[in-house]
Structures are given as structure tokens and as C-alpha cells.
Nanobody, 127 residues
Framework: QVQPVESGGGLVQPGGSLRLSCAGS????????IGWFRQAPGKEREGVSY???????????YYLDSVKGRFTISRDNAENTVYLQMNSLKPEDTAVYYC?????????????????WGQGTQVTVSS
């Protein structure tokens, strides 16, 4: 079974940092594009970042404008894990964050093409 598993969420003060992890259970993450999405109560799910497959395409990374310069997505293929390093966190970053896998390997910030989704991890930015 293809099962992305997120971890690393928590409570952090504004300006702080968190590193989210997306681990692959039963599949090789580099065959997929991996996207990070977030959803706050009463708001639509939005794409935060994704990294394309370096096996299928070119491993390109993309970011939502509001997180550029603050968030970095990366892969560690030896650990079969994708990370989202989040720095300079703001209260508006508060949401449940989801990892998702796209079997095409291409990736997008639009959620519809993603085939497999993790359970989510809560990120709360508050003083």
C-alpha cells in the first residue's frame, strides 16, 4: 500500500521554526511528486510546496508565494523521506499540514491530481 506518513508538527512562537517530515511506507517516494498542503478551519486546502520526481522528471521545487524564502522542501532518498523546513513562522501559517503523493511524478500545487494522502499534522504558530 502507498502510505505517506507526516510528523513534526507542534506549537511554536512567531519567528520560530519547525521541520515536517513525510515518510514513505510501502513505496519509493522518488517515483512520485510529493506535495505539502495545508488547511485551516473554514478555509480551503491550499498547496504550500512540492518537489517533482527526479526519476521521472527533474526534481524541481515550487512554493506558494507567501512562503517563498521561508520554507524549503527537500528529499533524502536514503531515508525515503521528504522534508519541509519552515522558518520565520507566522500566525497565518497555522493549519493542519498534509503530505501527498502524485504518481505522475510531475507535481502541482492543485490538490486534485494527488493519489495518496497522509493523515495530517497540526502546526500552531502563536505567542
Amino acid at each position: 500500500q502507498v502510505q505517506p506518513v507526516e510528523s513534526g508538527g507542534g506549537l511554536v512562537q512567531p519567528g520560530g521554526s519547525l521541520r515536517l517530515s513525510c515518510a514513505g511506507s510501502g513505496f519509493t517516494l522518488d517515483y512520485y511528486a510529493i506535495g505539502w498542503f495545508r488547511q485551516a478551519p473554514g478555509k480551503e486546502r491550499e498547496g504550500v510546496s512540492y518537489i517533482s520526481s527526479s526519476s521521472v522528471t527533474d526534481g524541481s521545487t515550487y512554493y506558494l508565494d507567501s512562503v517563498k524564502g521561508r520554507f524549503t522542501i527537500s528529499r533524502d532518498n536514503a531515508e525515503n523521506t521528504v522534508y519541509l523546513q519552515m522558518n520565520s513562522l507566522k500566525p497565518e501559517d497555522t493549519a493542519v499540514y498534509y503530505c501527498a503523493a502524485d504518481a505522475s511524478g510531475i507535481g502541482t500545487l492543485y490538490p486534485l491530481p494527488y493519489d495518496y494522502w497522509g493523515q495530517g499534522t497540526q502546526v500552531t504558530v502563536s505567542s
